[in-house]
Structure formats: C-alpha cells, structure tokens
C-alpha cells in the first residue's frame, strides 16, 4: 500500500501537469483527480459523502448532503451532514487543500462546468456527460485509473482511509486516539487492529532505543562514524 506522502506527491504532480498543459477539459479532468486524491489524504471522508458534495452553505433545516463553503476568515469548511454512523460532520478544510480547491472553483471547474453542472463540486468529463456530477461509480474509477496507471495498483476512495490511519500508527502511533474521530467511527473498537498495530509499533520503537543507547556507549568514534555512513548508504538506496 502507498504511503500518504506519495499520494500526495501524486496529487500534486497531477495538478502541475495540469496546469503546465493550459485550460481544457482533459487537462481539467487532470487537475480534478490530483485534487481528489489530496483532500482524501487530508479528509478520509466516505465515497458517499465525497460524491455528494456541493458548493455552498448548507440549506436551512437540511439533514442531508455533504456541503464545502467559503470561511469569513478564509479557507474552507466541510460539512457532511449524514455519515454512515449518522452524526453531522462540520470541519475545516486543510491548509494543503485551501489553495488547490479555490484554483478548482475559479479556474478549472468553469472548463467542464454545464446547465446540468448545479453546485455539484466534482464533475464528468466523459462525453456525453460533460458537465454532470460525477457519480459514485465514476469517482471512484478515475481515482483506481490514475493510481494504478501510476503506481500498478488501483486504490479507490475507501483504501485511502486505510492509509491515513496506517500513516498514524507507523509515524505517530501516540495519537492512534485520533484514528476513530478522522474516520467518523462512533465505536472505537471499529479500529482495533489499528490501536493494536500502534502499541507494537510503539514498543518495537521503545526497543530499537534502548539498543540504539546501549550501541552507542559501546562503540568507539570510529566505529560510530563508520555504522553513521553505512546506514546513511543504506537510506539513499530506499
């Protein structure tokens, strides 16, 4: 499985080869996939929710539909009023993606968008269906297409969940607290195996540091400087 890291390096290529290529509807089509891949790397939201999102604030009274807003201050908030869990979700989008969605909206959006458009924030580029939102189905082949055409393996929206979470427990496995509330699971034991995976994570970590001290004042200058090459060799080859 892919790190976050690459699939947002991903994301970002995507939006530069965009960019680089001028305004079309292919090159919007590119700039659209690079910046789903980004906000799942952010926001882990559910396909549901990822393809039912709009443009504006939410309808009064509404208790359905996933909405992405102008802030006063600046930014976004994202606001998914019915999750699989069934509670209302409202957070603000990250810093990351703040850019690449307002170049999204005043730039690219404007080349695909269509009086069947709507305030609909993802749309198709298939002909014949130029202009429609993207449905779920849809979404979720033109994230799998360029993956896989990328990396050989196809990743859909929801294995996007499973890398952040497995990002936490191999980078930071003191915050696996976090996992349920980023994936909108009301039952924390929904993420057990990832809890579980955190605590190895961090005992093996405990361990490769006590060995790392013991080696440390073991070892002679030379033999230090010698172990501090050999394994900065060994992270250049990864």
């Known amino acids: 499985m892919r790190s ?7 994301a970002r290529g995507l939006m530069a080869r965009a960019e680089k290529a001028g305004r079309s509807r292919r090159a919007a089509a590119l700039f659209q996939k690079g910046l789903i891949i980004l906000m799942l790397t952010h926001h882990p939201i559910r396909r549901r929710n990822l393809h039912e999102l709009c443009i504006g604030q939410a309808p009064k009274n509404a208790i359905t539909g996933s909405f992405i807003d102008h802030l006063p201050g600046g930014g976004f ?3 998914l009023l019915d999750t699989k869990n069934g509670d209302h979700r409202v957070e603000q989008l990250a810093a990351d ?3 690449p969605m307002e170049r999204w909206l005043t730039h690219w959006r404007i080349a695909l968008a269509t009086e069947r458009s709507g305030e609909a924030l993802w749309l198709s580029a298939c002909p014949g269906f130029i202009g429609s ?4 189905k849809s979404l979720t082949e033109c994230v799998m297409d360029i993956t896989a055409e990328e990396f050989g393996l196809g990743l859909g929206p ?3 969940r499973d890398v952040t979470a497995t990002a936490i427990v ?4 003191e ?5 349920p509330r980023l994936l909108g699971h009301r039952d924390p034991r929904s993420c057990q195996p990832y809890i579980q995976q955190a605590s190895t994570t961090a005992a093996a970590r405990t361990l490769e540091d006590v060995i790392e001290r013991r080696l440390g004042r073991s070892m002679t200058p030379h033999e230090k400087n010698q172990r501090a090459a050999l394994l900065n060799r060994l992270e250049k080859r990864r």
């Not at 191999?170 to 496995?173: E, L, T, Y």
């Not at 915050?175 to 996992?179: A, C, K, P, S, T």
């Open 170 to 173: 191999d980078h930071a496995p």
């Open 77 to 79: 908030s994202l606001m």
């Open 97 to 99: 993606v703040v850019g």
């Open 4 to 10: 976050v890291i690459e699939l947002r390096e991903l």
């Open 133 to 136: 939102p993207l449905m779920p």
């Open 175 to 179: 915050l696996v607290d976090l996992i």
């Open 158 to 160: 929801h294995l996007f």
